[in-house]
Nanobody, 127 residues
Framework: QVQLVEFGGGSVQTGGSLRLSCVSS????????MGWFRQAPGKEREGVAT????????LYADSVKGRFTISQDNAKNTMYLQMNSLKPEDTAMYYC????????????????????WGQGTQVTVSS
């Protein structure tokens, strides 16, 4: 069983930065996938970024490429999402998730492919 807890949400102005953290209750070995998702009011949950804990290769949604960076510190059981140049459209509840075991080595940002979720942390970007 994996428990995930997110930290670091808050309110910033357009152009600001935030760093989200996701702490796992247990060690997530290499060979699994972790991801960040977000959900705005009235919208479906969407994938933001995913990372393969083996090679640390990453995949980003087009809307955040060049602005967000996902990373994983296996020694600290912690995943991060560095968010720069934030825009009002980034406002959402942000969730971290894990695919453990991954049942296949492929990148996906389909929420239904992830079996562990955090409780979410709110990010609000004002104009």
């Amino acid at each position: 069983q994996v428990q995930l807890v997110e930290f670091g949400g808050g309110s910033v102005q357009t152009g600001g930065s935030l760093r989200l953290s996701c702490v796992s209750s247990s060690y997530i070995s290499s060979g699994n996938f972790m991801g960040w998702f977000r959900q705005a009011p009235g919208k479906e949950r969407e994938g933001v970024a995913t990372i393969y804990t083996g090679s640390m290769s990453t995949l980003y949604a087009d809307s955040v490429k060049g602005r967000f960076t996902i990373s994983q510190d296996n020694a600290k059981n912690t995943m991060y999402l560095q968010m720069n140049s934030l825009k009002p459209e980034d406002t959402a509840m942000y969730y971290c998730a894990a695919r453990v075991p991954p049942r296949g080595i492929y990148y996906t940002m389909n929420p239904s492919d992830y079996n562990y979720w955090g409780q979410g942390t709110q990010v609000t970007v004002s104009s």
